[in-house]
């Protein structure tokens, strides 16, 4: 009998923390099993779990004084992610295994009592956490091999049973490896919705497109049937593709929200969140008991968080989005500590004039107060933080002219791509990578534009018609307009046209 060690892996929101799980078997005395280092309960569970997968493993537990310490020991653990590598110290405290593979290797999966590794949450952020730490090896749940092996830098193995794992370690058998995330005939992602199919609403088309260019928040306006919802749903399409490091911090969130399948690929595509309006507080930001999970805002990291018929979601719910749009990251605090999940998402939001939504405004049969008292829902510190607003307007006819048919994505995510080029070769040495990411005091002390330029914008925070945040935001969408016009920088026009997508009259 002898002090041995394995390794785990501690989720805190996408951050992981490398757990070394020491285990002091010592003979004689009342058999017990102490789990130090602070568990939750599902954790002070695992007790249990481990000592039927062992037993129906086809292993003896030790009848002995069995201490199990994980450290850092003040910091809270939750989860049943250990149960494997709780397995394996107390087999390598007893001197049931050899410990020479257990060092270099991290291990993940929850144990079923008859000794199958179940899958768990969070494998990307937990690898990335072990490659950080030094790890040269992880065995992983088979069921999360594909998802595992996105990240690079460890080798990985699968394994089904614990069974297989006590013969790895005894150089009895071999685990599955991990297979290459870029092998054919992994399902992809089925084709964006084109923009094509949008007949009319050249204005919108226009505010969806620099919405798409510059990375700004957008919010569009009108009766029921203008396409606002198929406008947002291909909005997407025009994105440019994540860079890698992007791709990896969206899949982690996704990772530790359980929603990457078993055929896994590293999220490429910016993704679309597209929650109900009935969704609950803690769905929408991240919440849940113990430490929370990622929220609807969290899995449009780098993409799409789309809000349609905005004005019924309630003031509680938009409102605590606000720190979101600024900062790019929700932090959630419970008892068991605060958790940092990233939220830098583009926000697009839909809505109806007013309660009756008539097809034609002259139907509307609101009052005036009415109107107001409904738009109202969305406040005005909310409205501040949304760069483009556009008004729908019923289409008259069905027939378009023959020789200005709808600009299909295609053509529309080329100029996309040409602007994103452009702000990026721009902004890149100072680290942001579109226009809308930009500090305001960054663009008028390092890049300010002449006085004639400016010029409205000085009119706007005089009167009082413009914030010194609009002001901001009106710069960023001038330059997003100059990048897509291939103008060096932005000139009275672009500014003027950023100014009028603010006119709350228009929405």
């Not at 998802?147 to 009895?172: F, H, K, P, Q, S």
């Not at 008539?358 to 109202?376: L, N, V, W």
Request: charged share 25%; net charge neutral; hydrophobic share 40%.
């Amino acid at each position: 009998m002898a002090l041995h060690t394995t390794w785990a892996v501690a989720l805190f929101g996408v951050d992981g923390v490398l757990v070394e799980i020491e285990s002091d078997v010592r003979s004689g005395g009342i058999p017990s099993v102490q789990l130090l280092g602070l568990p939750d309960a599902a954790l002070q569970e695992s007790k249990n779990r481990v000592r039927a997968a062992i037993r129906n493993s086809g292993e003896h537990w030790p009848q002995s004084c069995v201490t199990l310490a994980l450290s850092p020991a003040a910091m809270p653990k939750t989860g049943t992610s250990f149960d494997t590598a709780l397995a394996m110290a107390v087999l390598a405290g007893a001197e049931r295994v050899p410990a020479g593979r257990l060092d270099g290797t991290v291990f993940f999966g929850e144990l079923a009592l008859d000794g199958r590794i179940r899958p768990v949450r969070g494998l990307v952020p937990g690898l990335l956490a072990a490659v950080a730490g030094g790890m040269r090896r992880a065995v992983v749940p088979l069921e999360g091999l594909r998802e595992a092996g996105l990240v690079e830098r460890i080798e990985i193995l699968g394994a089904e049973t614990l069974r297989e794992v006590i013969d790895w370690t005894r150089g009895a058998g071999e685990l599955w490896s991990g297979p290459d995330p870029a092998d054919e005939g992994v399902p992809r992602s089925s084709p964006a919705p084109d923009l094509v199919d949008v007949l009319g609403q050249p204005e919108a088309r226009w505010a969806l497109e620099i919405a798409a260019a510059g990375g700004h928040h957008l919010l569009m306006v009108g009766p029921p049937g203008t396409g606002k919802t198929m406008l947002a749903g291909r909005l997407p399409g025009l994105l440019p593709e994540l860079s890698a490091p992007r791709a990896l911090e969206t899949t982690a969130v996704h990772s530790v929200a359980g929603e990457l399948s078993e055929n896994a690929t590293l999220l490429r595509t910016p993704p679309f969140v597209a929650p109900h309006h009935s969704i609950s507080l803690p769905g929408l930001i991240g919440g849940g008991t113990g430490l929370a999970r990622p929220g609807a805002v969290s899995r449009a990291h780098h993409g799409v968080l789309f809000l349609d018929e905005a004005c019924e979601w309630g003031t509680k719910r938009l409102e605590s989005m606000r720190t979101a749009l600024e900062e790019g990251e929700i932090r959630l605090s419970r008892s068991e500590g605060t958790l940092r999940y990233p939220a830098r998402f583009q926000l697009v939001m839909a809505t109806n004039p007013c309660p009756c939504a008539p097809a034609r405004d002259i139907d509307c049969q609101c009052t005036p107060h009415a109107r107001r008292k409904y738009f109202s829902r969305l406040s005005g510190p909310l409205l501040d933080r949304v760069d483009l607003w556009v008004r729908m307007r019923p289409m008259s006819t069905m027939e378009l002219p023959d020789d200005e048919p709808p600009e299909p994505s295609a053509t529309v995510r080329e100029r996309v791509s040409r602007a994103h080029r452009t702000a990026l070769l721009r902004w890149e040495k100072h680290g942001w990578r579109s226009n809308s990411e930009v500090p305001g005091p960054v663009l008028r002390r390092e890049f300010p534009l002449p006085d004639s330029a400016t010029r409205l914008l000085d009119k706007g925070l005089d009167t009082g018609a413009l914030t010194a945040r609009g002001a901001d935001r009106c710069l960023r969408v001038a330059w997003t307009l100059s990048d897509l016009d291939g103008a060096e920088r932005p000139d009275v026009d672009h500014v003027a046209a950023a100014l009028r997508f603010r006119d709350r009259s228009t929405a």
